[in-house]
């Protein structure tokens, strides 16, 4: 009862006036009519009114839904069955239980391969091991390219020498650096003085002009021997470290190959049941696979080698020729003949001050 009231209410009219205050409500005789009436027939949705306009707005502007055609709201129970809602659940829990054995799948299989990556290591690591122990003592075997192994060594002790050549070259020019560093500041004590000193005016502004020469044709040389040293430090520190690491990989790979050789080696003079023929298959394959690597590497070191060779004399012959050129120039006090060396080997000079950093780099 207390809800059919509640219904009647809220499709019930209050009128509100120009200023928003509410107008006279009905007496108490019409509401009491107006609760029995509810109480016997209850609410008619056909009956509710719509009002429109603003809150000044008359009884003209409420329009009676009992006059609008068309159908009624009305409840279908057969919409429920089309679209069953307890599947949807149903449907979310086998989805996330479906992720949940994927995302365990994947994580079981990272870890079996990381497993199996380091079993491998693990495998190769004592196999390599007990070669290299075997080889020290004198116990095992091991393949030897006599022509590659000199060849190896050739360059070791080459790439040494040229190490000293390059030490002594940065020496060179730091010494000779401080010493056109010397006549520079010599030749303005000497230009000063020949300005202070009249009776001497003559002898000190001879000195002066021949430091500022011999500073002037030793920057040319400077230039010269930094083009030397930077040339030696690209051949030792680059091409022929280059070929050096080449030949670490190719020593790791014998090393290996030997180890699989010794293996497979062993199984080969055991039994020779199911499972000894399975491990001698399997020995054999990882021999043939460091054999192949083997041989490979083994070509590419002979091919390094051979290129490093004629580079090197290139390299070397273009080197040496410009230094002898430019140290006996600038000691013959030959400055034509020195600049026309720099230009003979594409030497260019830095302008002084290029190595001082800007004052922007040491703010």
């Not at 509810?38 to 000044?56: A, D, K, Q, R």
């Not at 055991?270 to 499972?275: F, L, T």
Request: proline content about 3%; aromatic content about 6%; glycine content about 6%.
């Amino acid at each position: 009862m207390t809800d059919n009231i509640l219904s009647k209410a809220a499709t019930m009219e209050i009128p509100i006036n120009s200023n928003g205050d509410t107008g006279t409500l009905p007496e108490d005789d019409s509401l009491e009519q107006d609760l029995q009436q509810v109480m016997v027939s209850g609410p008619n949705l056909n009956e509710t009114s719509i009002v429109s306009g603003g809150y000044g707005g008359t009884a003209e502007g409420i329009i009676s839904t009992s006059s609008i055609k068309g159908p009624a709201v009305r409840y279908n129970a057969e919409f429920n069955k089309r679209i069953p809602v307890t599947g949807l659940g149903s449907n979310m829990h086998h989805s996330s239980s479906s992720s949940s054995v994927t995302a365990e799948e994947t994580t079981h299989g990272v870890a079996v391969e990381k497993l199996e990556t380091v079993k491998k290591w693990g495998i190769n690591t004592y196999k390599c091991t007990k070669q290299m122990i075997s080889e020290r003592f004198g116990r095992g075997s091991r393949t030897v390219d006599l022509e590659l192994e000199a060849q190896i060594e050739v360059l070791r002790d080459t790439k040494r020498k040229y190490e000293n050549v390059l030490r002594l070259a940065r020496a060179l020019t730091n010494h000779f650096y401080n010493m056109v560093q010397t006549q520079h500041a010599l030749g303005d004590t000497f230009a000063d003085l020949s300005q202070k000193s009249p009776e001497l005016r003559d002898e000190f502004g001879y000195n002066a002009e021949t430091q500022k020469l011999l500073c002037k044709n030793g920057e040319t040389l400077l230039g010269a021997i930094n083009f030397f040293v930077s040339s030696i430090n690209t051949l030792v520190n680059k091409t022929m470290e280059d070929t050096l690491m080449t030949i670490k990989l190719y020593e790791n790979a014998r090393l290996e190959f030997d180890a699989y050789r010794s293996d497979l080696e062993e199984l080969s003079l055991g039994p020779r049941d199911a499972v000894a023929m399975a491990r001698i298959d399997a020995a054999q394959q990882q021999y043939q696979i460091q054999k192949d690597k083997y041989e490979r590497l083994r070509s590419d070191v002979t091919i390094k080698l051979k290129f490093l060779e004629e580079n090197k004399v290139k390299v070397m012959h273009k080197q040496l020729l410009l230094f002898h050129n430019a140290i006996s120039a600038y000691f013959a006090g030959n400055q034509q003949q020195l600049e026309q060396t720099l230009k003979q080997f594409n030497v260019k000079l830095r302008p002084p001050g290029a190595d001082k950093p800007s004052w922007l780099e040491e703010q």
